[in-house]
């Protein structure tokens, strides 16, 4: 009786083991279940559109289902801190931009540190500026443009953008320079408002988002100067870049990129990365893209990495040099 019930209990221990070390391998595998990205801004954003499409195609990659999920507000930065606090274990991941993470936190009270509180996965797109102005300003290049600030007897140039702290307020403030005159900012409350605000004439000039700005070039109702780039854009090719009009090292990208909490396991990263990498040299995406006004981004994590360095150190010192804060 004994030997039969240590001969049972030795079984049903071994039934125990044989299931823990099952629960234990499927717990390795990574992903078991869906992952979701956070984006920081409204469903039909720039970042959000992006994101959709990226998921989709790391969704195949990976075997599980990508899901969206938009926590917009605060620049972005709602969405940047619900991730920074999330768990690293891959599941949860942000649609990082260059506003949450190197610029939102010089001008909001955020409660994340960029370079410290997100692991690095990859870049995901490169996404220029173009410079457009009032075609009553009677300028269709950037060099008249500069003559017709400096034929100006007012001096009094404005600039319009969807708000403080963003790229296209911050790439006017860097414009007064080349121009030789002080720029007044004039924020609005959308991309689109910032733009109808140029095509109406109530300002002389804005940064925009290139699809943004398309529709209203096509329909000359504003002029595109120069795109924010060091060479021109498949976007809108006949644009030319910053470079080409002589302003060297006036690249601005909006770009955006996907990260993780800090401290994600390597092997975790690695999967994760791979299958971005996948994703962005897929034909359908770099298409897609392109007609929002972006372009796949190349680079690995630690690439990534050293761009976020370098652009909140850049960033930082623009805002710091020029007095600038949140109103």
Request: hydrophobic share 45%; charged share 15%.
């Amino acid at each position: 009786m004994q030997s039969k019930l240590l001969h049972n209990t030795r079984h049903a221990a071994a039934i125990v083991t044989i299931f823990a070390a099952g629960v234990a391998s499927a717990g390795d595998k990574f992903p078991s279940r869906a992952i979701k990205i956070v984006v920081g801004s409204e469903a039909g954003s720039a970042p959000d559109v992006l994101a959709r499409l990226v998921a989709s195609e790391m969704g195949t990659t990976l075997g599980q289902a990508v899901i969206i999920d938009n926590k917009a507000g605060a620049a972005g930065t709602i969405g940047a801190q619900a991730v920074a606090s999330a768990p690293p274990d891959g599941y949860t991941l942000l649609m990082g931009t260059v506003s949450n993470i190197a610029l939102a936190p010089s001008f909001y009270p955020v409660r994340y540190a960029p370079l410290k509180s997100f692991t690095p996965i990859g870049m995901v797109a490169s996404v220029p500026l173009v410079l457009v102005v009032t075609p009553s300003l009677g300028a269709t290049t950037f060099a008249q443009l500069q003559a017709k600030v400096k034929q100006s007897a007012s001096g009094e140039f404005n600039f319009s953008s969807p708000g403080v702290g963003g790229p296209q307020h911050l790439a006017g403030v860097l414009l007064q320079k080349p121009l030789g005159t002080k720029l007044t900012h004039v924020p609005y409350k959308s991309g689109g408002a910032a733009m109808t605000a140029v095509a109406a004439g109530e300002v002389q000039m804005a940064f925009a988002g290139i699809p943004a700005a398309t529709s209203l070039a096509q329909g000359n109702r504003v002029t595109p100067i120069m795109v924010t780039s060091s060479k021109r854009t498949s976007t809108m090719p006949e644009v030319p870049s910053a470079a080409e009009v002589g302003l060297s090292g006036f690249e601005i990208d909006n770009w955006h990129a996907l990260l993780a909490p800090a401290n994600l396991p390597i092997p975790i990263r690695t999967a994760l990365e791979a299958a971005l990498r996948k994703a962005l040299v897929m034909p359908n995406i770099k298409d897609q893209f392109t007609r929002a006004g972006a372009e796949p981004a190349t680079g690995d994590s630690e690439q990534l990495s050293k761009t976020m360095e370098t652009e909140t150190a850049r960033w930082e010192k623009v805002v710091r040099d020029n007095n600038l804060k949140a109103k």
